[in-house]
């Protein structure tokens, strides 16, 4: 069998953030080309595990499946094969295969971000503040040790490997608190037992009493702002290029968050996002936080991804 060269695997991978995230794709064109083309190979990984597990296209249209369990082997067995090096026939998995053997990156790093799927397919939800942490590890925080991998990061130097994590982290919280009346539709809801609770909401109806909402909404913005300011004092152990494309991240998704906070009890009535104006404003921004960035202690407080 022919299979597909790097270059056209590489371009799918393009044409999958392009389609899967704005965001991203804004960021990633401020990278070197070697260290963008690896980070669109491994979103194109990301995003058809995620695709796969919850029925989506793109990152669009999720719904309650049916076949969670098939679904997470299907991940799991194709994974497998690209980490052993061998072709899948499938350009996300195999762009992970590329991905993997010319930077160097840990399988663990992998199996950690299955391992969030899995929870999702097991109809997890989280009882506190630190099982929520735990989960967005999974599905964000790994994916930004990941990146850091791809950035030239050295797979060890834990302390800027928690830096990476801790901006994926806000990403995820940033997320979680824009989607609300999202996952909630598609039977999810990632607020902790515990918040709900203490203002009167329920996992099953979250979006009972809007202005009770917009306490937690608030909750996670200010979160993710945290872990935020902590990935933004770790951009001074990366390239110029990197720190760019890192900052310009942290703008656009800190500004999701910052939304959310800002729309209060109506955050839900429609979709949180940012402009293309604030996204270019955002770029531009970073530009001169790249040029002056300093590193600075990582705030003390802050939870700790596994090692």
């Known amino acids: 069998m022919r299979y597909p060269g790097r270059d056209a695997i590489v371009a799918t991978a393009g044409e999958s953030i392009a389609r899967g995230s704005r965001s991203f ?20 990984w990301c995003r058809r595990c995620d695709d796969i597990a919850d029925g989506q296209d793109h990152g669009h249209g999720m719904s ?4 969670p369990q098939a679904r997470l082997a299907e991940v799991r067995e194709r994974t497998a094969a690209a980490l052993a090096g061998e072709w899948v026939g499938d350009a996300a998995f195999d762009a992970l295969r590329i991905v ?3 930077t160097g990156m840990p399988h663990r ?16 939800r989280p009882r506190t503040e630190d099982d929520l942490l735990r989960y967005c590890y999974h599905v964000a925080g790994v994916v930004g040790c990941m990146m850091a991998v791809v950035m030239g990061v050295a ?16 990403f995820q919280l940033a997320n979680i608190a824009r989607d609300i009346g999202e996952d909630a539709g598609a039977g999810r809801c990632y607020l902790p037992a515990d918040w709900l609770a203490e203002v009167g909401l329920t996992a099953e109806n979250p979006l009972a009493d809007r202005n009770a909402l917009a306490i937690l909404g ?8 945290g872990y935020e300011i902590s990935a933004r004092g770790g951009a001074a152990a990366l390239s110029f290029r990197s720190a760019w494309a890192v900052l310009a991240a942290a703008d656009i998704y800190g500004g999701i968050a910052r939304k959310v906070r800002a729309r209060g009890a109506s955050a839900w009535d429609s979709r949180t996002t940012t402009s293309g104006g604030e996204k270019l404003a955002a ?21 700790t991804r596994p090692r």
Not at 64 to 67: I, L, R, S
Not at 157 to 170: N, P
Not at 286 to 302: C, E, H, I, S, V
């Open 25 to 44: 794709a804004a960021a990633s064109k401020l990278f070197d080309p070697a260290t963008r083309e690896r980070a669109w190979l491994l979103y194109a």
């Open 100 to 102: 993997v053997l010319e």
């Open 155 to 170: 797979p060890d130097d834990d302390a800027v490997l928690d830096r990476a994590c801790d901006l994926g982290l806000a």
């Open 64 to 67: 309650v499946v049916e076949d």
């Open 283 to 303: 770029i531009l921004k970073a530009w001169g936080a790249a040029r002056r960035r300093a590193p600075t202690p990582r705030p003390a407080g802050l939870w």
């Open 218 to 225: 608030t909750r996670l913005a200010d979160r993710a702002e």
């Open 109 to 124: 790093f992998a199996w950690d971000l299955i391992d969030g799927f899995a929870l999702d397919a097991d109809g997890w």
